[in-house]
């Protein structure tokens, strides 16, 4: 069996799919593996790390396993050969045209995001080991949009308080963030609407804000169900008053398959301090906050609104090393007796296969 390491061709992506180590492993169980020259160079991932795993450095392309970070461009899709399994990530809302384009090369695909959220596919969950990265990098860059330190100091030129920060969404990116703004010396406060992110939240060193969560808010995999009207309308006081004398605000709030739940609004935003900064993680999905616009950053009565994009891709190296580690623990799963095997019965591959004999499943 051979499995190839596709280069990322999407702009700005600086992520690969398979680190060394995996490779390395994967030779060792007798699977050849052909790297795209330069596919871990943004990663820090030179080729020659992956020559001395096993690994050929020629075309990924013709392998009868392609893995790679951000779905295929329509022209790498037609270099995949009949009866390839496309393993990556796969927005299936937003790729329609290419998995027909699949279906018709007959190729089968497998979609990384669409990973169960179960016990036994935890280390295969790219979305939970990303999220981790994003978490802790959208503190990083919103401290550095800041005007002001975020411990305290008590130094002969002065005394600084900590900075006020806050986290909206308390889930795997959301904790990393408290976690880093605790590091960091910020005195941090969070919310969510999950009951067990309440104890998270608080077993941090954070304090919880917010309305008291409700038990059934919790949805199948540990997301959150979309809020009623007047839940909504409960967190937003809420947020209003707090929000006021916040520095750093990082949103996370997300529900599956829907746009993000706009929790902060423009007059909101009119009641921050000036300097303070809101870093939106949840800017691909529509933004927590009414200001945001992904990709970009803008500035509002002195408040910096951060719509994050793809902050996985801005720590290529620590990012690529989990997801590797994800996508080598999927291959386990999947490799039988030396060769991939698809079972759409089995409860980890079938939810993640899109396109498998010819057809787009539903
Ligand atoms: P996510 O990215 O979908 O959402 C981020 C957070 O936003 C969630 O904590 C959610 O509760 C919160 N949220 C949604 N609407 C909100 C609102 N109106 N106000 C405030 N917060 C709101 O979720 P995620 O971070 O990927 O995962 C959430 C949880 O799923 C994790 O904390 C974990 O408990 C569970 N999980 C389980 C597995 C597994 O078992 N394999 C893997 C990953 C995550």
Redesign the pocket.
Known sequence: MRIGVAREATAGERRVALAPDSVGRLVKSGVEVAVERGAGVEANLPDELYEKAGATISDPWGAGVVVKVQKPTADEARRLAKDSILISLLPAATSADLLAQLAGAGVSALGLERV????R??SM?I??SQ?TIAGYKAVLIGAAEMGKILPMLTTAAGNIPPAKAFV????????MAIATARRLGAVVSG????A??RE?VLSLGATFVGPEPSAD??AA????R??TEE??RR?MEAMATHLKDQDLVVT?????GRPA?R?ITAAMVATMRPGAVIVDLAAETGGNCELTRAGETTVHNGVSVMGAVNLPSSVPHHASLMFSKNVFTLLQHLIKDGNIVLNLEDEITGPMCLVHAGAVRP
Do not use: K
């Open positions: 169960p959220r179960i016990t596919a935890q969950d979305l939970s999220a909206l969404g308390a889930g795997v990116a959301g904790l919310f969510d609407i999950r067990a992110a998270q808010a919790e995999g540990g997301y959150a979309a809020q839940e909504q967190t996370t709030a997300q529900i599956p739940p929790l």
